[in-house]
């Protein structure tokens, strides 16, 4: 059973930094693409990053020049490095990856989600 357990949330000012991890267990993680979700309160949740099981990574506009994903597959897991973080970052940060290798789907594997909050 594929498990991810987030971590690394917690209050920060303007303009400050945070760095999320993301635990993956079960032998898994060097095949599957990865990738980081958020979800504000009264919004849908939405994409943030991914990486892919070869290391290219993407991200939504919002996060370009400030967020950067990385993983480490010795250790299987996964990174979201979050600077120059603005009060429209606050959210649920999510962790996900693919029950079927090469596939998104409804049925992925998600973390239980870490909360971040940016104060103005």
């Known amino acids: 059973q594929v498990q991810l357990v987030e971590s690394g949330g917690g209050l920060v000012q303007a303009g400050g930094s945070l760095r999320l991890s993301c635990e993956v267990s079960?032998?898994?993680?060097?095949?599957?693409?990865m990738a980081w979700y958020r979800q504000s309160p009264g919004k849908q949740r939405e994409w943030v990053a991914s990486?892919?099981?070869?290391?290219?990574?993407e991200y939504a506009d919002f996060g370009k020049g400030r967020f950067t994903i990385s993983k480490d597959n010795i250790a299987q897991m996964v990174y979201l490095q979050m600077n120059n973080l603005k009060p429209g970052d606050t959210a649920v940060y999510y962790c996900?990856?693919?029950?079927?290798?090469?596939?998104?789907?409804?049925?992925?594997?998600w973390g239980q989600g870490t909360q971040v909050t940016v104060s103005s």
């Open positions: 996900r990856t693919q029950r079927t290798p090469g596939i998104w789907s409804e049925s992925d594997f």
């Open positions: 079960g032998n898994v993680f060097s095949i599957r693409n």
């Open positions: 990486i892919s099981y070869d290391g290219i990574t």
